[in-house]
């Protein structure tokens, strides 16, 4: 990874895109992640744009945050600026989606079951799925304060398993500024491919200062 120096531009890991998208918790951490994330192109990383991300916090406090999430892998720098993916959501997000799975095929819902996005599945059953992932979107949400007492064994996704506890098909939370979204992905999750990067980075272009 490159070293991050003002004067360069920043994007957002597979990981970082993860630690923005997996959970709601305020904090300086994902301020400055969901800061990048919001930019249609790769921002200067510079000292206002720091305090925009980091409002209230003092100067070492904002570099402490910015240091810790280089040191964690969760933002990249480079010498010009870079672009989020070009295009319609639609035209976009089914080649994201399709490499974030094994198999090719996953399905991109909103809360209220509308299908954003297939990829490998014929779209009835991608319709289908997306019932599904809103659902449990639902009940994610429903019981977000007795889920929050399970505190380390909290896990970020849902599986639908068989009987050796195998899951051929996992429900995932996305949390894109005050949108919720459900991505159902078939057989092994592949979110650490730069696929998973542009596609949290198309979606909170479009949804994320909504």
Not at 24 to 42: C, F, N, W
Not at 50 to 68: H, M, N, Y
Not at 144 to 156: F, I, P, T, V, Y
Request: glycine letters at 10%; one cysteine or more.
């Amino acid at each position: 990874m490159l070293e991050i120096v003002p004067g360069s531009y920043l994007t957002v890991t597979p990981y970082g895109a993860w630690r923005a998208v997996s959970r709601s918790d305020p904090g300086m951490d994902r301020g400055i992640l969901l800061g990048v994330l919001q930019e249609a192109m790769s921002p200067l990383l510079s000292m206002e744009a720091l305090r925009a991300w980091t409002p209230g916090a003092t100067r070492d406090e904002a570099f402490e945050v910015l240091l810790k999430l280089q040191e964690e892998a969760c933002l990249e720098a480079w010498p010009s600026p870079r672009m989020a993916p070009i295009g319609t959501l639609e035209s976009t997000l089914p080649g994201l989606l399709a490499a974030l799975s094994d198999t090719g095929q996953a399905v991109l819902a909103d809360r209220m079951g509308f299908c954003l996005a297939i990829a490998g599945y014929p779209s009835d059953t991608g319709e289908a799925l997306a019932a599904v992932g809103a659902d449990i979107l639902s009940v994610a949400e429903r019981q977000a304060q007795a889920l929050s007492r399970l505190g380390e064994h909290l896990l970020d996704g849902w599986g639908n398993v068989d009987a050796a506890g195998i899951s051929g098909l996992s429900f995932w939370p996305i949390h894109i500024g005050r949108t919720r979204l459900a991505l159902t992905v078939s057989g092994r999750p592949r979110f650490n491919q730069r696929a998973f990067a542009e596609l949290v980075w198309a979606l909170y272009v479009r949804y994320g200062k909504v």
